[in-house]
């Protein structure tokens, strides 16, 4: 999970966690970039906008790397409205900020390989 809000990023990583998944998660995209380096995600839950390195940005790297560009992606903001093809750079979905628990665990059943515990 890339998401620069500590205190929603620590909220939703112990809610997933909860549910037997495994989690890591990265402050921003250039730090979540160094966790695609030693650990390859089911799932990434992104946020758009976060200093550094912001959430298309990101999604551009990954993309480019052939190692990462299958992972789906998740994107979480506070602008879904807005947000289209060219900003989430082929998300699977777009979670609107605040968003329903149960919403997350279903967008989040929907793309890994394993249920929730």
Do not use: C, Y
Not at 26 to 53: K, N, S
Not at 80 to 104: M, N, S
């Amino acid at each position: 999970m890339v998401e620069d809000d500590a205190s929603l990023r620590n909220m939703l990583a112990e809610l997933l966690r909860d549910g037997g998944l495994e989690v890591r998660t990265a402050i921003h995209g250039e730090a979540a970039l160094t966790v695609l380096e030693e650990w390859r995600p089911d799932l990434i839950l992104l946020d758009m906008r976060m200093p550094v390195m912001d959430g298309k940005s990101f999604r551009g790297r990954q993309m480019a790397n052939p190692a990462w560009r299958d992972i789906p992606v998740v994107v979480m903001s506070a602008t879904e409205r807005f947000l289209g093809e060219e900003e989430t750079i082929g998300a699977k979905a777009v979670l609107a900020k605040p968003f329903d628990f149960d919403q997350l665990f279903a967008l989040v059943e929907t793309w890994i390989d394993r249920p929730r515990g």
